[in-house]
């Protein structure tokens, strides 16, 4: 079973509209990472949350953590293209050495 | 902003030959991190340093690997014979602190065994 599911897998929009990813854990999580990757390429941090409850912003992108400490979701307001790109959550499960399990990734297109 | 490097950008080996993956980190970052994705697959963690030690490895990271912080800027994944599996994109991350600091991804070595 995926210790980190994300969904959906794959989503395209129209440029302008609204969107949601979620990553769902079935263990709490200690820490909870969004990272954009464009294909073939690296890993570029886009926030880290932590205790329950949070919410952060960056410019269009809003990610939050839920009270359990098991469900992500990463919202983005009126998309553009330059949002286009994979989507992954990584998880801290507290082992003390800073290993992240990843989500298989959400793949997001922009249509102009 | 400072950024995790990673060198070569590709590298092309044939089975059973040892592989060096260069990596630098951020200068001031304490815990260093070696992550691979095979094609078309999740992120997967192999490996953490900190203080010159391994911290944590994963089941991947048997006997044909190790890690090495030569020196105060490099970080090095070697492989020591490669298989065909061994194909992936290896990425480099590195952070200031485990828990309140999140790691930087550099750019990734392409592997690709022949």
């Known amino acids: 079973s995926q210790e980190l599911e994300q969904s959906p897998q794959s989503l395209i929009v129209q440029e302008g509209k609204n969107l949601t990813i979620n990553c769902t854990s079935s263990?709490?999580?200690?820490?909870l990472y969004w990272y954009k990757q464009k294909y073939g390429e690296g890993l570029i941090f886009l926030m880290m949350l932590q205790k329950g409850g949070e919410e952060k912003s960056h410019e269009k992108i809003t990610a939050k953590l839920d009270e359990k400490k098991q469900q992500s979701s990463l919202h983005i307001t009126a998309s553009q293209p330059s949002h286009a790109g994979i989507y992954l959550c990584g998880a801290d499960r507290s082992s003390n050495t800073g290993k992240l399990i990843f989500g298989q990734g959400t793949t997001l297109q922009v249509k102009p | 902003e400072p950024e995790v490097t990673q060198t070569p950008s590709h590298q092309v080996t044939q089975m059973g030959q040892e592989v060096i993956l260069r990596c630098v980190p951020i200068?001031?970052?304490?815990?260093f991190y070696w992550y691979r994705q095979i094609l078309g697959q999740k992120v997967e963690f192999l490996v953490s340093?900190?203080?010159?030690?391994?911290?944590?490895k994963s089941e991947i990271f048997d006997d044909q690997f190790s890690v090495e912080r030569p020196d105060g800027s490099n970080f090095t994944l070697k492989i020591r014979s490669t298989k065909l599996e061994d194909s992936a994109m290896y990425f480099c991350a590195s952070s200031g602190d485990r828990r309140s600091q999140p790691q930087h991804f550099g750019d990734g070595t392409r592997l690709s065994i022949l």
């Open positions: 340093f900190y203080n010159n030690e391994i911290s944590e």
């Open positions: 263990k709490t999580l200690y820490g």
């Open positions: 200068s001031n970052h304490l815990y």
